[in-house]
């Protein structure tokens, strides 16, 4: 079966921590990797995309980054703001099936 | 920029009416997915679509739901009759898969049934 599990569940951090939210799944036949940023009450906001071929893609103060043989991947933010305070999700698209799974989220908190 | 819509934004409507709800994908694009979210199940991949083709729809009660893509530029999804517990939000997101990009959701439905 394909699973996305992401740990942990919910993070509180003070502003300018250096933080890693963590995503693992199951069936190493992935397409690519995506995460997704997503503010209370609102849609889902692409933040990166990572390949199968690729080892990592950064934007900004993020980094992602995938290791396929052990089915993980990270999100590293760099000097955290109280604006990046969302739920970050992982979306796994499989090429077995072509289905885009999502792992549970990681809700972020940054306090000022 | 691009953008995924979605229609209507909210919807309430009473336990055993009929709900649609529509989602325009991006021009060009050949992949569709539907998902509901809820707090308890976070997102749940309800049905998807390639060049308008279902591909998978084991996500959705078959007796109440059911997707359609009647034009490239049309997804629906219905609910008959609809109950309490289909309130959530349904959201529908387009790709073109084979061109190394990903994934843009439209805004979502908020369903309450009452």
Redesign the interface.
């Known amino acids: 079966k394909q699973e996305v599990t992401q740990i942990p569940a919910a993070l509180s951090v003070p502003e300018g921590e250096n933080l890693v939210l963590n995503c693992s799944f199951t069936d190493s036949a992935i397409?690519?990797l995506?995460w997704?940023r997503q503010d209370p009450g609102?849609?889902?906001?692409?933040l990166l995309?990572i390949?199968s071929s690729q080892r990592e893609q950064t934007s900004g103060r993020l980094n992602a980054s995938l290791d396929k043989s052990s089915g993980r991947s990270t999100l590293y933010i760099a000097a955290s703001q109280p604006g990046d305070s969302a739920t970050y999700?992982c979306?796994v698209?499989y090429n077995q099936?072509?289905?885009?799974?999502?792992?549970?989220?990681t809700e972020l908190s940054v306090k000022p | 920029d691009a953008r995924v819509t979605q229609t209507p934004r909210h919807k309430v409507t009473e336990m055993g009416q009929e709900v649609t709800m529509r989602c325009q994908p991006i021009l060009g694009h050949n992949t569709v997915f539907w998902y509901r979210q809820t707090m308890m199940q976070g997102l749940e991949l309800l049905a998807y679509f390639r060049n308008r083709a279902p591909l998978d729809d084991s996500g959705m009660p078959k007796d109440r739901f059911s997707a359609e893509m009647p034009d490239a530029t049309l997804a629906t999804l219905k609910i008959q009759p609809s109950e309490p517990r289909d309130s959530a939000v349904y959201f529908c997101a387009s790709g073109l898969v084979g061109q190394g990009t990903g994934y843009t959701f439209g805004s979502g439905t908020r369903l309450t049934v009452v």
Do not use: D, E, P
């Open positions: 397409y690519n995506q997704f609102k849609g889902l906001t692409s995309l390949q999700l979306a698209h099936g072509g289905k885009l799974i999502f792992g549970q989220g």
